[in-house]
């Protein structure tokens, strides 16, 4: 999830100086004969200022040395001469906007020399406009921190809800993921959660709820994530499916792989492989074998697409009454067969040879392992 971060504020005193720092020091002096200074700056609303000068000077408005604040709002410099110095903050229009006089740098010492903008003393100074923005500015940084800090909780309760998905802890991770959905419903990728462990819980009708919640605000803000959409949709495929509702499950199935290929144009064939056993599941013997063809188009090194396919098509074979063998469908000879030649030793191979004898078809021997789908 996107973590906010506060907001800088945007005063005239704190906007960002052009000026590359050249500190200048007496040749004359040795390392050991000069002092050092650093400091640390912050604006009224207790943010580093970056990238602003800290002008060392002696009168007040000729600079002798000048160093520039990094982004943490810290600056240091060496090599400065023994003296009591006059230390100014500038601003982009390289206006003094606070200074600290009588600043003494001793030989080997480092004078440390902050400016606080938040102390009481500078922000009196300020106009009724800036103090107006500046109350406006610590209401929204307040509110940021708050936010950061529920956004923090959120991460770890997603983390824990998706291991318990994981582990099949189905009922820990929909009460971790009801309480978070409450406490900030607009984040899609809480609702994902909730919808699998309902979807684990067999809570069909829940489970579509809240996935089909977290695909409409995934969409809501014009760009999609692919991966929420991806996973919303494969798991509100399989709580449709698990309804009976056919069409709905296989639209659904097609916008996760959709959305999958946008990143890897293979990954689409794990959604329609998960499609195909769904419907294999169902007993819709057509919506099997279109589902494992998209899954075999995607990536036909998969294995499991080719034995749904086959499983699918034995089903409507036929027995031939002269020799009483199995008249297979076109198709489903060729998908069993390249089952075996992907995955020889997989879960359903035993089942695939008998098939395929059964049919008075030769398993073919040649095939060696290849990858599990």
């Given at each position: 999830m996107r973590k906010m971060t506060m907001r800088k504020t945007n005063f005239w005193l704190a906007v960002v100086l052009a000026v590359v720092a050249i500190p200048f020091a007496a040749p004359s002096l040795s390392a050991q004969d000069t002092?050092?200074?650093?400091?640390?700056?912050?604006?009224?609303?207790?943010?580093?200022?970056?990238?602003?000068?800290?002008?060392?000077?002696?009168?007040?408005?000729?600079?002798?040395?000048?160093?520039?604040?990094?982004?943490?709002?810290?600056?240091?410099?060496d090599g400065v001469a023994p003296g009591t110095y006059i230390i100014t903050l500038h601003n982009t229009q390289d206006k003094?906007?606070?200074?600290?006089?009588?600043?003494?740098v001793a030989a080997g010492a480092d004078v440390q020399q902050d400016f606080d903008l938040t102390r009481p003393d500078y922000v009196a100074k300020l106009s009724p406009e800036q103090k107006k923005e500046l109350e406006e500015v610590r209401q929204k940084n307040s509110a940021a921190v708050k936010e950061n800090a529920v956004i923090k909780n959120l991460n770890g309760d997603l983390?824990?809800?998706?291991?318990?998905?994981?582990?099949?802890?189905?009922?820990?991770?929909?009460?971790?993921?009801?309480?978070?959905?409450?406490?900030?419903?607009?984040?899609?990728?809480?609702?994902?959660?909730?919808?699998?462990?309902?979807?684990?819980?067999?809570?069909?009708?829940?489970?579509?709820?809240?996935?089909?919640?977290?695909?409409?605000?995934?969409?809501?803000?014009?760009?999609?994530?692919?991966?929420?959409?991806?996973?919303?949709?494969d798991a509100l495929g399989e709580s449709l499916a698990s309804e009976g509702k056919i069409p709905d499950a296989q639209a659904a199935y097609d916008a996760a792989a959709k959305a999958a290929a946008t990143k890897d144009p293979k990954a689409a064939a794990m959604h329609y492989q998960n499609e195909a056993i769904m419907?294999?599941?169902?007993?819709?013997?057509?919506?099997?074998?279109?589902?494992?063809?998209?899954?075999?188009?995607?990536?036909?090194?998969?294995?499991?697409?080719?034995?749904?396919?086959?499983?699918?098509?034995?089903?409507?074979?036929?027995?031939?009454?002269?020799?009483?063998?199995?008249?297979?469908?076109?198709?489903?000879?060729?998908?069993?067969?390249?089952?075996?030649?992907?995955?020889?030793?997989?879960?359903?191979?035993?089942?695939?040879?008998?098939?395929?004898?059964?049919?008075g078809s030769t398993v073919q021997n040649k095939y060696k392992a290849g990858k599990k789908g």
């Open positions: 002092g050092k200074i650093h400091g640390h700056v912050i604006d009224p609303a207790g943010v580093p200022i970056a990238n602003v000068n800290v002008v060392v000077s002696t009168d007040g408005t000729t600079p002798k040395y000048t160093f520039k604040t990094d982004d943490n709002g810290d600056y240091k410099g003094p906007i606070d200074q600290f006089r009588d600043v003494k983390k824990q809800a998706r291991q318990d998905n994981a582990e099949k802890n189905y009922a820990a991770s929909e009460a971790l993921m009801a309480k978070d959905t409450q406490a900030k419903p607009d984040a899609a990728v809480l609702w994902v959660e909730l919808g699998i462990a309902q979807k684990g819980l067999k809570k069909y009708d829940d489970s579509v709820t809240s996935l089909q919640k977290a695909v409409s605000l995934d969409n809501a803000g014009g760009k999609p994530n692919e991966d929420i959409e991806a996973a919303a949709n419907m294999d599941r169902a007993g819709n013997l057509d919506a099997t074998v279109a589902a494992a063809d998209k899954a075999i188009a995607a990536d036909p090194t998969k294995p499991i697409p080719y034995y749904l396919k086959g499983k699918a098509l034995i089903n409507k074979a036929t027995v031939d009454p002269k020799t009483n063998k199995i008249v297979a469908p076109p198709g489903c000879e060729e998908a069993y067969q390249k089952y075996l030649e992907l995955d020889p030793n997989g879960p359903f191979a035993a089942d695939a040879k008998n098939i395929l004898a059964e049919m």
